[in-house]
């Protein structure tokens, strides 16, 4: 079966790629490179050692996605493309509004015109409420009540994929709230490479180990947690990445609408991350703490049993292996795709 990944040339589309090729599916990626390099699909073919299609368009041209359906026999659609960055949305929403849902909608128009009914869509843990307890769960936690325009986006596509799971009975969608993503493919030859400052810690951990920047800003020291940093629930992109060819699988036999958590269920906080990746790299990681970081919480972390039991997933990388891949990929590629 042939996945069209749109978004595919990103961070966490690279790495689903190559779990794609290697499991045996054909892959057509749609990617207009605004946050992204071609090279990482080089380097996804060179891990796979098998050839996927790539075309650079904007998932909002309707002729062009239109093209695509009909040149290739699409059974499914992997939807990541999207504008991500949290501060950014917040001074820029008109951009994201428009990006992020006039891409799911005009990609779910061409779905509809040509008779694909199958997407797994890139959704966020944001999408929950900040008045949760935790762990978070997929029927037992509260969604909406987003803090920034980013968040708003990844609920209302949500509601636009369930819309459209409803009111045609052939649709299958897979909302995938992801947690925090980090690591890289143990090759070392895709990873996360940020553009400008980077607004997420692991990126910037290892940033300043390669000696890019001078130390981290931890944001705050006072939460109510073990050693009063912010807890996430990180996980190993390779472990994300396959959770979507998980959900491919149990989507060939469901239609319908189901949402899986992809996390691990244990939460780390800053201070844990600064002290494992010095222990696993032996690079130190001077840091500095500041204020809080307006919007964050002080704890959040997935439940992961819906996915356990429905998708058969399970997250297999441990935090070590989180540190070590990163920094391999960040070692190999100071600069990312332009070392
Ligand atoms: P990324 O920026 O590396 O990848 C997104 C890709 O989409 C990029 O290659 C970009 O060039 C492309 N793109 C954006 N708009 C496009 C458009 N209109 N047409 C064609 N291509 C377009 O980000 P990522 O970390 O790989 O995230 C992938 C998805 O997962 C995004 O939707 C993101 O919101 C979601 N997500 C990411 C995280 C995270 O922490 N990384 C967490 C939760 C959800
Ligand atoms: N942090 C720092 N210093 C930094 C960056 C982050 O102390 O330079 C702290 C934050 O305060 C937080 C933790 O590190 O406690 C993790 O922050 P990230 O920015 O890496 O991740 P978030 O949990 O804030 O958000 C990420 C994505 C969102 C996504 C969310 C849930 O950025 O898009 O995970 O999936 F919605």
Redesign the pocket.
């Known amino acids: 079966m042939n996945v069209l990944v749109t978004g595919g040339a990103g961070y966490i589309g690279s790495h689903t790629c190559v779990e794609l090729l290697e499991k045996g599916y054909g892959v057509v990626v749609v990617d207009n490179l605004v946050n992204s390099s071609a090279k990482s699909l080089e380097r996804v073919q060179q891990i796979a050692g098998k050839d996927l299609a790539f075309y650079e368009e904007d998932v909002r041209n309707r002729g062009a996605m239109d093209a695509i359906f009909e040149k290739h026999d699409i059974g499914c659609v992997i939807h990541f493309a999207g504008l991500?960055a949290?501060g950014q949305s917040v001074s820029m929403p008109l951009e994201y509004y428009d990006n992020n849902l006039n891409s799911t909608i005009t990609l779910c128009q061409s779905m509809k015109e040509h008779g694909v009914r199958d997407i797994v869509f890139s959704s966020?843990?944001?999408v929950y409420s900040g008045d949760n307890t935790m762990p978070l769960s997929e029927a037992g936690s509260r969604t909406g009540m987003c803090t920034n325009p980013?968040?708003w986006t990844?609920y209302m596509c949500e509601q636009i994929l369930r819309d459209t799971a409803f009111s045609d009975k052939d649709w299958s969608i897979a909302l995938l709230?992801?947690?925090?993503p980090i690591g890289a493919h143990p090759s070392g030859l895709i990873g996360e490479d940020p553009r400008g400052i980077?607004?997420?810690?692991?990126p910037?951990i290892s940033q300043v180990a390669i000696g890019r920047r001078d130390h981290?800003?931890?944001?705050?020291n006072d939460y109510d947690t073990h050693d009063g940093?912010?807890?996430?629930d990180y996980i190993h992109v390779v472990d994300l990445a396959r959770g979507h060819v998980a959900a491919i699988e149990y989507m060939l036999g469901h239609r319908g609408e189901s949402v899986f958590n992809l996390g691990t269920g244990t939460g780390y906080s800053?201070l844990d991350?600064v002290k494992a990746f010095e222990r696993v790299t032996g690079q130190k990681i001077p840091y500095e703490i500041v204020d809080?970081?307006p919007g964050?919480l002080a704890t959040?972390y997935a439940s992961p049993d819906k996915s356990a039991q429905l998708l058969g997933w399970k997250a297999q990388y441990n935090l070590e292996d989180m540190c070590r891949d990163t920094w391999a990929w960040q070692s190999k590629n100071p600069m990312g795709y332009d070392s």
């Not at 709230?177 to 925090?180: Q, T």
């Not at 980077?198 to 692991?202: A, D, G, K, Q, T």
């Not at 981290?216 to 705050?220: K, M, N, R, T």
């Open positions: 991500k949290v966020s843990a944001t980013y968040g990844k709230r992801y947690f925090n980077p607004n997420n810690l692991m910037f981290l800003s931890v944001f705050g940093t912010g807890v996430r800053v991350m809080r970081r964050d959040v």
